[in-house]
T-cell receptor, first 117, second 116 residues
């Protein structure tokens, strides 16, 4: 059972380059999230999705774009990479549980470490 | 808006000693609270959660946390630290999104070091 898979694990970009961070889950989860983790700052939500075709901004969406064309995939796009986007990026997913609180457990991928130089 | 504050970015305890990681929350509604653990080079894993009911919550690996409304706290404890507990720990509170689903807002994390 693969869970949440993120690719690539590491990437170095030059300022102004673009790239897409891939995230896929095989658990048929409705909800997917992108977080960035910076030292001493915890995790900040970039974007999230509640299902195919439905996305919304999180706390720190500037400089990023997302799409959700399928239930499984939730790619994160950086159009013009900036040094401030150097971070570790985590994708996560969760599902609606009958009779209980929504989304009480997130399943995380292993992260993508991005450096923008 | 709901938020959590973790007191102490680094905590060191001796092997076999009590582990206490502090988390205080701010919420205008009854909160759902969580502790997640992150081992080196891995994603986060759920340790335990409080939603409703019993205020003392038991999680994996011998950890537990107590929801104290009067103190707006949700501190994480473990009676006896083990070397394998060395990791970063995140407290989180659940908040409603624009679509009505829950999103997690994380604290800044506490790195736990175990001294042999």
């Amino acid at each position: 059972n693969a869970g949440v898979t993120q690719t690539p694990k590491f990437r170095i970009l030059k300022i102004g380059q673009s790239m897409t961070l891939q995230c896929t889950q095989d658990m048929n989860h409705n909800y997917m999230y992108w977080y960035r983790q910076d030292p001493g700052m915890g995790l900040k939500l970039i974007y999230y999705s509640v299902g195919a075709g439905i996305t919304d901004k999180g706390e720190v969406p500037n400089g990023y774009n997302v799409s959700r064309s399928t239930t499984e995939d939730f790619p994160l796009r950086l159009e013009l990479a900036a040094p401030s986007q150097t971070s570790v990026y985590f994708c996560a997913s969760s599902s609606l549980r009958q009779g209980g609180p929504l989304n009480e457990k997130l399943f995380f991928g292993s992260g993508t470490q991005l450096s923008v130089l | 808006a709901q938020s959590v504050t973790q007191l102490g970015s680094h905590v060191s305890v001796s092997e076999g000693a009590l582990v206490l990681l502090r988390c205080n929350y701010s919420s205008s509604v009854p909160p759902y609270l969580f502790w997640y653990v992150q081992y080196p080079n891995q994603g986060l894993q759920l340790l335990l959660k409080y939603t409703t009911g019993a205020t003392l919550v038991k999680g994996i690996n011998g950890f537990e946390a107590e929801f104290k409304k009067s103190e707006t706290s949700f501190h994480l404890t473990k009676p006896s630290a083990h070397m394998s507990d060395a990791a970063e720990y995140f407290c989180a509170v659940s908040t409603k999104s624009n679509f009505g689903n829950e999103k997690l807002t994380f604290g800044t994390g506490t790195r736990l070091t175990i001294i042999p």
